[in-house]
C-alpha cells in the first residue's frame, strides 16, 4: 500500500492567511495542518508516502518534512501545477503508485479515527469513507442501502440523495492509474474523483464505512477554528508523530 497527501491549491478561501504560505502548513493548536493526514497514514503503517504540492510552496514542505526519515518512513514529492482536480493526483503519481494499491487523504481533512483495518485489510476495488452531516449539498453524496451498499454518488447535489459526505480519505487498486487517465474535464475544468467513484461503483467494486469520529474538512475559517479546539481536546493522546 503506498499513500498520497495531496496539498495543491492556492485556497483563495483563507485569505490573507494563505497569501505567503499553503494552507497545510498553517497551525493546527500545536502542529502543521499537514502532519495530521500524515499521521493518519503513518499510524496505518504506511511507509512510503507522495506528498503532492504547487510548485510556489514545494520548499516550505521540504524545509518542514524533509525526507521523512524522522517519521520512519520515505517522502517522495510531486508538483502539481494548477489545480486540476482531486484524480489528478493518480496521474501525477502514476510512477509512485507502480501496481501497487494507494490511499489517498487530502492535506486539509482531519480525522478522529484510526484506519489501520481498513487500510490493511483492503483487497481491492475502491473504498470511500462517509460521514452524515447537516449540510450534504456541499460535499459529495453517496446514496446507500440498508446493507451499507452504494446505490449512487453525487457532486454538491442540490437535492441530496442522504445526508452521507463523502470525506477526503480514499482507498484504490492500482488500476485507478489508467481510470484517471481516461477521464473528461468537468464543466469546472477538473477531473473529478467523483467519476472514479462512479467507475468502480458501475462495477460493484466500491466499498463504503462510516466514519464514526469528528472529521473536519479544514477549508473555512470557521472549519480551521474548528480543527484547532478537536486538536487540543480530543487529538494529542492519538498522534504518533
Known amino acids: 500500500m503506498r499513500g498520497i497527501i495531496l496539498s495543491g491549491g492556492s485556497a483563495t478561501r483563507l485569505r490573507p492567511c494563505t497569501k505567503v504560505t499553503s494552507k497545510q502548513l498553517l497551525p493546527i493548536y500545536n502542529r502543521p495542518m499537514i502532519y495530521y493526514p500524515l499521521n493518519t497514514l503513518i499510524k496505518a503503517g504506511i511507509k512510503e508516502i507522495l506528498i503532492i504540492v504547487s510548485p510556489e510552496r514545494a520548499g516550505d514542505y521540504l524545509n518542514l518534512l524533509g525526507s521523512g526519515r524522522q517519521f520512519g518512513v520515505k517522502l517522495t514529492y510531486e ?30 481533512n482531519i480525522f478522529e479515527d484510526d484506519f489501520t483495518d481498513d487500510i490493511n485489510n483492503f483487497k481491492g476495488g475502491a473504498k470511500i469513507f462517509a460521514k452524515k452531516v447537516k449540510d450534504p449539498e456541499r460535499f459529495g453524496v453517496v446514496e446507500v442501502n ?24 480514499y482507498i484504490y487498486d492500482h488500476r485507478v ?16 474523483i467523483v467519476d472514479l467513484h462512479n467507475w468502480y461503483l458501475a462495477r460493484h467494486e466500491l466499498e463504503v464505512s462510516l466514519v464514526r469520529g469528528a472529521w473536519i474538512d479544514a477549508g473555512t475559517f470557521d472549519s480551521l477554528l474548528d480543527a484547532q479546539i478537536l486538536a487540543r481536546d480530543r487529538l494529542q493522546n492519538k498522534l504518533i508523530i
Do not use: H
Not at 501545477?81 to 494507494?102: H, M, Q
Open 79 to 108: 508538483i502539481q501545477d494548477k489545480p486540476r482536480g482531486l484524480a489528478e493526483a493518480f496521474i501525477i503519481g502514476e510512477n509512485f503508485i507502480d501496481e501497487d494499491s494507494v490511499t489517498m487523504i487530502l492535506g486539509d
Open 146 to 169: 440498508n446493507k451499507m451498499e452504494a446505490l449512487s454518488i453525487e457532486e454538491k447535489p442540490l437535492q441530496p440523495k442522504s445526508n452521507l459526505a463523502i470525506t477526503g480519505l
Open 177 to 192: 492509474i489508467n481510470v484517471a487517465k481516461k477521464l473528461k474535464p468537468s464543466v469546472r475544468g477538473e477531473l473529478e
